[in-house]
Nanobody
């Protein structure tokens, strides 16, 4: 059973940066593609980044492309999401998920970490 724990969220001013971490235990995270998602009140869940198990492929929607960067350190069983140039529309609960492929289904997910962008 893979367990995922997110950290690094918080309150940041517009234009600021945060780095989220997704630490895995119970199984090698390297077996899975890993995606980051966000959920804001009244909005649908949105995928903001995904990285393949091989680390070769990454995917971002236009809303975050050029501002967010996903990376993984398989030796540390951890995936990161570097978020720059944050704006209030980036506010939400961010959670990571292990997937069978970036285009596939979520197999495991964490509980999430709150990101609030406000002045």
């Amino acid at each position: 059973q893979l367990q995922l724990v997110e950290s690094g969220g918080g309150l940041v001013q517009p234009g600021g940066s945060l780095r989220l971490s997704c630490a895995a235990s119970g199984s090698p995270l390297s077996y899975y593609a890993v995606g980051w998602f966000r959920q804001a009140p009244g909005k649908e869940r949105e995928g903001v980044a995904c990285i393949s198990s091989s680390r070769i492929n990454t995917y971002y929607p236009d809303s975050v492309k050029g501002r967010f960067t996903i990376s993984r350190d398989n030796a540390k069983n951890t995936v990161y999401l570097q978020m720059n140039s944050l704006n209030p529309e980036d506010t939400g609960v961010y959670y990571c998920a292990a997937k069978d492929a970036c285009s596939g289904s979520i197999v495991y997910r964490g509980q999430g970490t709150q990101v609030t962008v406000s002045s």
